[in-house]
């Protein structure tokens, strides 16, 4: 099974801040990476797929990077509407797996 | 708009069996594979299960397999988990999902149901 590890676990920010969150995989998926986001009670939403195209109705402030085994997330500038958990998910191989959750929190 | 909805979960004996469903609407349900993800109180997410467009396809997590079953109706616009020998690590939210094969992501979430497992 591939192994998703998110860093940092939680991260703790002030609005306008920019935030970085990676996720390594324990072997090469391609570009098979999704991002999500989840609030407290609701279901996740997709952010990012293909490692880096911003879903439809995303903000721009949204973005995805890397390839093979090293991913990122970055918001380039924290609203408030951005306080939330934030998953990383493989889909390149069964069983599809997701990383263990970023949580961002206001400073 | 696209919508997925839950049938209610509910308290069930260790041991037991549930079946919960998931109404789609607002797109064409048998053009798109479909999943179950779950989320045990306070902890991550976790991919169940998945089926494809014709059912000829399923896989499952190691940790239900043999245990759940996945299965589809296109003509009711319908997904289903049969979940048998339930155990207490079963307790989760259980979410359906649309899981679109060409853009590899799990565009569309139903707002999830709550399955407790007594022991």
């Known amino acids: 099974d591939i192994q998703l590890t998110q860093s940092p676990s939680f991260l703790s920010a002030s609005v306008g801040d920019r935030v970085t969150i990676t996720c390594r995989a324990s072997q090469g998926i391609s570009s098979y990476l999704a991002w999500y986001q989840q609030k407290p009670g609701k279901a996740p939403e997709v952010l990012i797929y293909?490692?880096?195209t911003l879903q439809s109705g995303v903000p721009s402030r949204f973005s995805g990077s890397g390839s093979g085994t090293e991913f990122t997330l970055t918001i380039s500038s924290l609203q408030p509407e951005d306080f939330a958990t934030y998953f990383c998910q493989q889909l390149n191989s069964y069983p599809l797996t997701f990383g263990g959750g970023t949580k961002v929190e206001i400073k | 708009q696209v919508q997925l909805v839950e049938s209610e979960g509910g308290l069930v004996k260790a041991g037991g069996s549930l079946r919960l469903s998931c109404a789609a609407s607002?797109?064409?349900?048998?053009?798109?594979?479909m999943t179950w993800i779950r989320q045990a109180p306070g902890k991550g997410l976790e991919w169940v299960s998945c089926?494809?467009?014709?059912?000829?396809?399923?896989n499952y997590a190691d940790s239900v397999k043999g245990r759940f079953t996945i299965s589809r109706d296109n003509a009711k616009n319908s997904l289903y988990l049969q979940m048998n020998s339930l155990r207490a690590e079963d307790t989760a939210v259980y979410y359906c999902?649309?899981?679109?094969?060409?853009?590899?992501?799990?565009?569309?979430w139903g707002q999830g149901t709550l399955v407790t497992v007594s022991s």
């Open positions: 089926i494809s467009t014709t059912s000829s396809y399923t």
């Open positions: 293909a490692a880096s």
């Open positions: 607002g797109f064409t349900f048998s053009d798109y594979y």
């Open positions: 999902a649309r899981y679109d094969t060409s853009s590899w992501n799990f565009d569309a």
